[in-house]
Structure formats: C-alpha cells, structure tokens
C-alpha cells in the first residue's frame, strides 16, 4: 500500500466513524465507567439459572424432567346445620424424583384461619380507612373464629398411627422409611373443621348464609390436607400459607365421595359417577338436551324449582360420587338454593359441557350471561394454548369471589335486589368468569408455582382473558353494540400507566413472591398482561407471538414451569432476542418514557462546515486530502448561506452534481428525485424501559409516515439517539407512540412542535376523579 492511499483509507474511516458518532449521539460524560457493560440488551445468564437436564436451555423439559404424582380417595360429609365438614382420606404418593424422601410435606391450608394462626400478626397496617361491620365485629368484637384442621389421625396404608409434626399451615408426615425413588407409599388422614362464612373475612372457600330464607350457599376448597409439590427447583416448596401467595400442587387422580342434605344441588370437579343416583327423571331428561344444545344453555335446575327447595331443609343426605384424571386439586358447591344450567361446547372435535350455578338472588343476569362466557373463554383460550381437555367447567355464583380449581370456579356479579344491575356489574361479572375459567389453563393445567409466583398464572390468565373479553364482545352484539369494543380493564397498554408511572416506593418488580409485594393487582395481573398484549401487538406481532405462547403452553400442559422456561421458549420458539424487555418489564420497577427532543433543519453544500474545518485543522489537512465530501449545514449556525434555500442537492454541491455524472448513466439521473428537506431529530428516553421507537412523521402536504425503529437503537446509548431523514417535503410534525402502544408514561413530551396537552397520567387521574 503506497503512502497516499494507506492516508485515504484512514481518512476515510475517521470520516465514517464521525458520521457513525454523529447518528447515535455521544456518550454523556457524567456516564459511569463500564456503562455499555451494563446494557440493557446485556443476556440474563445471571438472573436465569444454569439449563440443566430437568430444564433445557430452549424452554422445554429437559430429558430427565420428572414430577410427583399425588392420587387422593375421599369421603367428605357436610354438616349443613352446623357449617363443619368431615373428610377421610388416603393419598397415594408417587415418588418419581431422583431423590428418596425421608419426610412428606402435607399442606394444611385451612389452618391459617385457626385460633393461633400467626397470619394476622404479621400485617402492620395500623387503622383502616374503613372496616366491613363483618370484618369489625370479626376483628375487634368477637373471639377469633376456629377455622383451623382438626386432624383425628394421620395412618400408614396397615392402620398403624404415623407421626407428624404441624407448623402452621404445613404438615410433615415422618413416615418410618425413607420414601425411595420410583417408589410409592399411600397413608390416610382423618380431619375436620368449622367452615368460615366467606363474605366476612375474604376467605377462598365456606358459605354465604342467606338470612332471608335460612339457607347457605356453600363454595369448598382447599379443604382437604393437600401434599406438596416437590421438584427439581424447589425440592419440597413448603413455604407457608399467609394468604396472598396461592398454591403449589401435584398433578394426581381423585375418587371422591361427597355426603350433604338430599336436597341440595351440588357439582365438583371430575366425571359424575351415579348421575341416575342423583339426578331426578326431568334433570336426566334435561341433561340429555343440553348435550346437544351447542346455541344456548338448558336449565337443568329451574329458579321455580330452587325457590321451592330453599323451604324443604331435608333431613336425608345424598352422596354424589366423583372421579376425577390428572386434575391438580378438587373444588365443589353445594345449596339447595342453586339454579342449574348447562350448554353443549365443540373443542377440538369433543364436546364439553359449559355449566353455571347460582342462587336466584344472581338472576336475571347469571342465567343471561355466565354460560355464555364460560362458551367463550374455552374457545378463545383453547385456539391460544390447547384444546380444553377436561369434559366440563363450570361457574359458581358466590358473593364476592373470584377463585379457581379444576373444572369449576367462584365468581361474583350480583344485581340488586330487585333485578336491575348497572353495567359496571354486568362487565365485571362476564370478566371474572372469564378470568376464572381460564384459570382451568393457567395455572390449573400449566400448572406453575403460585406459592412462588403470581403472575405465572395471573398475568398470562389476564392476558388471555383480554384476548377472550375482546371475542366475547364481537360475538355478542346483544352485549356490546357492533362498533364498540368489551370494555376490558386491564390489557391495553394505556392501562397500566397510573401504576407504573406511580410512586416507586409502592412498586414492586414482577418476578417478586406475592407476599412480598405492593399492589398485588397491577403487579401481578395488569403489568404483565399488559407486558405480554405489547410483545403481540406491537414488538413480536401476532403471528411471532402466538405461535411463541402456544408453543409454551403445550410444552407444559400437565407439567410445571418455571418463569425462565416461559422467558426461553418465547425466544426460542420465535428468534426474537427478549432478554431486553424480561429485564425490564419483569426484573426492575422500570417505566417507559420516550420523547423527541428537538429538530435540527439542515442543507447540503459544497463548503467545508466549521466542524470539518476544526477536524481538518487539528490534524493539519487540507479539503485536497479527501475524496470529494458533501457537507450538511445546519440553517441556524454560522454555516448556513441563504443561498443553499430552496435549492436541490446538486444545485448547491459542485462534489454531489459531479459524483453523480460520472457514476450514474442519464437514464439514472433522471430517475433520481431530489430530497429537499433534511433534518436531525434527537429522541430522548427519560424511562428507563427501552422500547421500539414509534414515529409517525408529518408533511407539509398533510400526509404522514409512519416508522418503527427497532428497541435495539437504545443499544449503545440508553438517554438519546439522533436520526438524519430526508424528504422532497417540509416537515412539519412528529409524533412518538401516537395510537398509545408502549404505556408511556408521559405523553407531554412526545410531540414537535410541542403541544400544549395534558399527559395520560393527569388524563386518568382526572377520569379516576370523575
Ligand atoms: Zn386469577
């Protein structure tokens, strides 16, 4: 290489590195040393565990993937009079770990309503605002309920007593020889406890009584010594039971019998064993019309026949006999109070059966609505994860609940006395049925560790329960008018703006425990539905997405993820790099906030700009050194002439004009249209959440253009990055995020020129005001 042209080349590359300076912005001196280092875009290989040969680097189960299995047979009654329940039950526990186990872990959840329960202690709130008179009298009146486990015996498979030692909500069985892998021991366990009345002290499960008429319509879970999950990430996960942070349980097969008064109604979770035993000739003969009523439900119970059952307080007992295949716990309603209703649902070529009961005190609206929504979450979901596998799930009407088992879950949504319900009620009662059935998916066949995370099954239900709101409404026109949308609460992003752009000290990171954080709601169900709806919509699209999610959902169908093998099979199954948007979205309390600072107007000339001249100066060179360069003069410096105005390109550059007549054939040239317009805009990020950079451009002649720069351009610098566009026409707007996509948090500074506009926050606090 002769002397001249190794100059060139180096000259050359100064040239380009000050143009690649000039794009990107230059680091800002107060920046700590080692900044890039801490990128955003950095890989989580410190968050994430190592992949292992239970969990695979992809996502997927790993060759030696293994759980437990946990097969229940159980006789429960129900002393209606009284409000206690009896159980016996044996457990037959499969070990199928690696691992002999010398102690099981038995989950005893009732017990956190028992006399010395420590939950209550462990809250310091001091006054609230307002007490229930119920939560008052429970609090500071009367003696604490006795809500604990009475636990009559616990027996190995010869009737030979066990040992076990309690604390608290858990139970450790110490069975004589250590539980080897592969093998399976069974043992029983005897128990009782006083149900709680759920309406007064939020429990999950017990009875509302109904003054009026004197009976109670009862809601049961959680009500049986439940063995513990134990696997390859946690070992045995015997965290206690507080209240928040909900339940973590083994797969397993149930025989359940269950005695209450003969006149009531009751349905649970499995296939009905002795329908003939149970059922009357006019059920049996409506229960065969609703197989096939695939439009509509058929009441197998009528509000009439309800109403004349609520007087009867039957002194024989009935037993209705259950079995159940691969569920992860057991949920029944009894009442004689219940209306009954069931339709027929195609999924996947098999038909399920959509079921709702609910005292009369839910109609009109339940026998209107429930099944309904119960049709259209199995559907939705279904085309999202997998086809529903189990053969019926049903919806109860409870006050105030909204909880979930296999097969069957609680939901509120009750008009006022005299029928009327505003919209408000009506909304909130489709959405939570929607909510809970769709825990049937998550976390009830996903099964996740709800003890340990919370959203795993709640911002992913919520997410799916958006998608479901959304079909719901378009298919139900009698609903929602054909060009108005469900009225969904939590989804869109705008949405979750008030809470993540809220006080930091009340904020906690979604991969936090639910005992442990803030705002269990947004946290847990808003912010990461919200998260996944801006992955599908805006920075994966649907078709990347979906395929991505179902690929998750059918990878652990029946099995137990954790949050990285949701996190790796969403890259995996997509090749989008997310590891940027986990970081933030899920492991810091982060917001989005991108603006655009401001727009320079530039012109091209052939003169060297007094930057070149600086450049050329320090390093004593001169124009004849360079190729033939083409400067960009910005109009309100020293460089500017006047005359560069109005003028094309190669009107105002000798270089440009000359370069393109000796490297372009006059075909070429005439092609060429001139841009006019150049201009360097500069956006900001004052959020710390990098997101992809929404713009939609504004010309003169009133028509826009609209372009995505990919998150990546927050790369190499997290505060601001420059653009250079050029246009045959003036620009004169520009909008970030203008259809309100990435939950940016103030919109004040998303315009130029800047409008004078009051941002979504002071927007949604006023509407909250309203
Ligand atoms: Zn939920």
């Given at each position: 290489?002769?002397?001249?042209?190794?100059?060139?080349?180096?000259?050359?590359?100064?040239?380009?590195?000050?143009?690649?300076?000039?794009?990107?912005?230059?680091?800002?001196?107060?920046?700590?040393?080692?900044?890039?280092?801490?990128?955003?875009?950095?890989?989580?290989?410190?968050?994430?565990?190592?992949?292992?040969?239970?969990?695979?680097?992809?996502?997927?189960?790993?060759?030696?993937?293994?759980?437990?299995?946990?097969?229940?047979?159980?006789?429960?009654?129900?002393?209606?009079?009284?409000?206690?329940?009896?159980?016996?039950?044996?457990?037959?526990?499969?070990?199928?770990?690696?691992?002999?186990?010398?102690?099981?872990?038995?989950?005893?959840?009732?017990?956190?309503?028992?006399?010395?329960?420590?939950?209550?202690?462990?809250?310091?709130?001091?006054?609230?605002?307002?007490?229930?008179?119920?939560?008052?009298?429970?609090?500071?009146?009367?003696?604490?309920?006795?809500?604990?486990?009475?636990?009559?015996?616990?027996?190995?498979?010869?009737?030979?007593p066990l040992s076990y030692t309690i604390n608290q909500t858990m139970m450790r069985v110490n069975i004589p020889?250590?539980?080897?892998?592969?093998?399976?021991?069974?043992?029983?366990?005897?128990?009782?406890?006083?149900?709680?009345?759920?309406?007064?002290?939020?429990?999950?499960?017990?009875?509302?009584?109904?003054?009026?008429?004197?009976?109670?319509?009862?809601?049961?879970?959680?009500?049986?010594?439940?063995?513990?999950?134990?696997?390859?990430?946690?070992?045995?996960?015997?965290?206690?039971?507080?209240?928040?942070?909900?339940?973590?349980?083994?797969?397993?097969?149930?025989?359940?019998?269950?005695?209450?008064?003969?006149?009531?109604?009751?349905?649970?979770?499995?296939?009905?064993?002795?329908?003939?035993?149970?059922?009357?000739?006019?059920?049996?003969?409506?229960?065969?019309?609703?197989?096939?009523?695939?439009?509509?439900?058929?009441?197998?119970?009528?509000?009439?026949?309800?109403?004349?059952?609520?007087?009867?307080?039957?002194?024989?007992?009935?037993?209705?006999?259950?079995?159940?295949?691969?569920?992860?716990?057991?949920?029944?309603?009894?009442?004689?109070?219940?209306?009954?209703?069931?339709?027929?649902?195609?999924?996947?070529?098999?038909?399920?059966?959509?079921?709702?009961?609910?005292?009369?005190?839910?109609?009109?609206?339940?026998?209107?609505?429930?099944?309904?929504?119960?049709?259209?979450?199995?559907?939705?979901?279904?085309?999202?994860?997998?086809?529903?596998?189990?053969?019926?799930?049903?919806?109860?009407?409870?006050?105030?609940?909204?909880?979930?088992?296999?097969?069957?879950?609680?939901?509120?949504?009750?008009?006022?006395?005299?029928?009327?319900?505003?919209?408000?009620?009506?909304?909130?009662?489709?959405?939570?049925?929607?909510?809970?059935?769709?825990?049937?998916?998550?976390?009830?066949?996903?099964?996740?560790?709800?003890?340990?995370?919370?959203?795993?099954?709640?911002?992913?239900?919520?997410?799916?329960?958006?998608?479901?709101?959304?079909?719901?409404?378009?298919?139900?026109?009698?609903?929602?008018?054909?060009?108005?949308?469900?009225?969904?609460?939590?989804?869109?992003?705008?949405?979750?703006?008030?809470?993540?752009?809220?006080?930091?000290?009340?904020?906690?990171?979604?991969?936090?425990?639910?005992?442990?954080?803030?705002?269990?709601?947004?946290?847990?169900?808003?912010?990461?539905?919200?998260?996944?709806?801006?992955?599908?919509?805006?920075?994966?699209?649907?078709?990347?997405?979906?395929?991505?999610?179902?690929?998750?959902?059918?990878?652990?169908?029946f099995k137990h993820p954790t949050p990285e093998d949701f996190f790796r099979t969403m890259e995996d199954a997509?090749?989008?790099?997310?590891?940027?948007?986990?970081?933030?979205?899920?492991?810091?309390?982060?917001?989005?906030?991108?603006?655009?600072?401001?727009?320079?107007?530039?012109?091209?000339?052939?003169?060297?700009?007094?930057?070149?001249?600086?450049?050329?100066?320090?390093?004593?060179?001169?124009?004849?050194?360079?190729?033939?360069?083409?400067?960009?003069?910005?109009?309100?410096?020293?460089?500017?002439?006047?005359?560069?105005?109005?003028?094309?390109?190669?009107?105002?550059?000798?270089?440009?004009?000359?370069?393109?007549?000796?490297?372009?054939?006059?075909?070429?040239?005439?092609?060429?249209?001139?841009?006019?317009?150049?201009?360097?805009?500069?956006?900001?990020?004052?959020?710390?959440?990098?997101?992809?950079?929404?713009?939609?451009?504004?010309?003169?002649?009133?028509?826009?253009?609209?372009?995505?720069?990919?998150?990546?351009?927050?790369?190499?610098?997290?505060?601001?990055?420059?653009?250079?566009?050029?246009?045959?026409?003036?620009?004169?707007?520009?909008?970030?995020?203008?259809?309100?996509?990435?939950?940016?948090?103030?919109?004040?500074?998303?315009?130029?020129?800047?409008?004078?506009?009051?941002?979504?926050?002071?927007?949604?606090?006023?509407?909250?005001?309203?």
């Amino acid at each position: 290489m002769n002397r001249i042209k190794y100059f060139f080349a180096s000259a050359l590359f100064l040239i380009g590195a000050m143009a690649i300076a000039q794009e990107e912005g230059e680091a800002k001196p107060e920046r700590e040393p080692g900044h890039y280092n801490q990128s955003k875009f950095k890989q989580l290989y410190e968050e994430f565990s190592t992949p292992n040969t239970y969990r695979s680097a992809s996502g997927a189960p790993g060759p030696d993937y293994y759980q437990q299995q946990a097969d229940y047979v159980m006789d429960i009654e129900l002393d209606d009079k009284n409000a206690k329940i009896y159980g016996e039950e044996t457990i037959t526990y499969h070990n199928n770990s690696p691992d002999d186990l010398e102690f099981l872990w038995v989950q005893l959840d009732q017990n956190v309503r028992a006399k010395d329960s420590k939950s209550p202690l462990r809250n310091g709130n001091g006054v609230n605002i307002a007490y229930t008179a119920g939560n008052f009298t429970q609090t500071y009146i009367t003696e604490p309920f006795d809500g604990g486990f009475n636990i009559e015996f616990v027996k190995d498979a010869n009737g030979r007593p066990l040992s076990y030692t309690i604390n608290q909500t858990m139970m450790r069985v110490n069975i004589p020889q250590a539980l080897k892998s592969g093998e399976k021991v069974s043992f029983s366990i005897k128990w009782w406890y006083n149900i709680p009345d759920h309406t007064v002290n939020r429990a999950r499960s017990g009875f509302e009584y109904f003054a009026k008429d004197g009976n109670r319509a009862y809601v049961i879970a959680q009500f049986f010594p439940r063995m513990a999950v134990y696997s390859d990430v946690e070992g045995w996960q015997n965290h206690q039971f507080w209240g928040s942070g909900e339940f973590a349980l083994p797969f397993g097969n149930y025989d359940v019998n269950i005695t209450v008064p003969a006149d009531h109604v009751l349905d649970a979770t499995g296939v009905l064993q002795n329908r003939d035993e149970v059922f009357s000739k006019e059920m049996m003969k409506r229960y065969k019309a609703a197989k096939k009523s695939y439009d509509k439900p058929v009441v197998i119970v009528t509000q009439a026949e309800a109403e004349a059952a609520e007087k009867g307080f039957s002194e024989k007992k009935k037993t209705w006999k259950f079995k159940a295949t691969n569920v992860r716990d057991y949920g029944f309603a009894t009442s004689r109070k219940f209306v009954w209703d069931m339709q027929a649902v195609k999924i996947g070529g098999k038909d399920v059966m959509a079921v709702s009961l609910y005292p009369k005190e839910g109609n009109p609206l339940w026998e209107e609505q429930s099944t309904k929504a119960v049709v259209q979450t199995l559907k939705t979901y279904s085309k999202h994860t997998f086809d529903y596998p189990y053969h019926k799930a049903i919806s109860v009407h409870a006050k105030n609940q909204g909880m979930e088992y296999p097969m069957i879950c609680w939901n509120y949504g009750r008009p006022n006395e005299d029928g009327t319900y505003s919209d408000r009620t009506k909304y909130g009662m489709i959405s939570v049925i929607i909510h809970e059935v769709g825990h049937n998916f998550f976390p009830m066949i996903v099964n996740s560790d709800e003890r340990q995370w919370g959203w795993m099954d709640e911002g992913l239900d919520t997410f799916m329960q958006y998608l479901a709101e959304q079909e719901f409404g378009r298919n139900n026109p009698d609903v929602i008018a054909p060009n108005e949308k469900y009225p969904s609460r939590r989804g869109e992003a705008a949405k979750i703006v008030p809470y993540m752009g809220g006080d930091q000290s009340h904020i906690s990171p979604i991969m936090s425990n639910p005992e442990n954080v803030y705002q269990l709601g947004p946290n847990a169900y808003g912010k990461p539905a919200t998260a996944l709806n801006i992955l599908r919509e805006t920075i994966m699209g649907p078709e990347l997405f979906d395929h991505a999610f179902k690929t998750y959902a059918q990878r652990w169908k029946f099995k137990h993820p954790t949050p990285e093998d949701f996190f790796r099979t969403m890259e995996d199954a997509s090749a989008v790099d997310l590891d940027w948007f986990w970081r933030s979205w899920f492991y810091t309390t982060d917001y989005v906030d991108i603006g655009v600072k401001g727009v320079k107007k530039y012109y091209v000339t052939n003169e060297p700009t007094a930057e070149m001249k600086k450049y050329m100066e320090d390093r004593n060179l001169s124009e004849s050194d360079f190729p033939p360069l083409v400067y960009l003069a910005e109009e309100d410096s020293d460089d500017f002439m006047p005359e560069l105005k109005g003028k094309s390109p190669t009107e105002t550059s000798q270089n440009l004009k000359e370069f393109m007549m000796d490297n372009m054939t006059e075909a070429e040239r005439t092609q060429v249209k001139e841009p006019k317009y150049f201009y360097e805009i500069t956006f900001d990020k004052p959020g710390g959440i990098p997101m992809p950079l929404i713009v939609e451009y504004t010309y003169a002649d009133g028509t826009t253009e609209s372009v995505t720069y990919p998150p990546e351009i927050w790369r190499k610098n997290d505060d601001e990055v420059r653009r250079v566009i050029s246009s045959q026409k003036e620009l004169v707007g520009i909008v970030i995020d203008p259809k309100l996509e990435t939950a940016d948090i103030d919109t004040t500074n998303n315009a130029w020129p800047k409008k004078e506009e009051k941002s979504d926050f002071e927007n949604f606090k006023e509407n909250i005001k309203g």
